[in-house]
């Protein structure tokens, strides 16, 4: 069974980078045909893809957070982590990671694992 965990704080302020570490068990994140997603949920909002890292080590990120996102992975802790740069109140939310069979995640599907999801408030 495949599990995901989110790590990193809860709190940040604004203009600081965030990061945040998923740590998985149960399979590794470099097997074939798998990618490794960021997925985001602000408050009384629906699920925004952020980027995802795929089996091979490429990278794909969402055109609006391009600037300010990078997802790198730790083949041997078996992680992957995200850094978000110069972070303002609305990128409060839910973080979520997920390993997919899609480079682009827009919900859950079947077969799918997510982290169970880790709050993060920006605020000074």
């Known amino acids: 069974q495949v599990q995901l965990q989110e790590s990193g704080p809860g709190l940040v302020k604004p203009s600081q980078t965030l990061s945040l570490t998923c740590t998985v068990s149960?399979?590794?994140?470099?097997?074939?045909?798998?990618?490794w997603a960021w997925i985001r949920q602000p408050p009384g909002k629906g699920l925004e893809w952020m980027g995802t890292?795929?089996?091979?080590?490429?990278?794909y990120y969402s055109p609006s957070l391009k600037s300010r996102l990078s997802i790198s992975r730790d083949t041997s802790k078996n992680q992957f982590t995200l850094q978000l740069s110069s972070v303002t109140p609305e990128d409060s939310a839910v973080y979520y990671c997920a390993r997919t069979r899609e480079v682009v995640v827009t919900t859950r599907l079947p077969g799918d694992y997510w982290g169970q999801g880790t709050q993060v408030t920006v605020s000074s």
């Open positions: 149960g399979g590794s994140i470099t097997a074939d045909s798998y990618y």
């Open positions: 890292k795929a089996y091979s080590g490429s990278t």
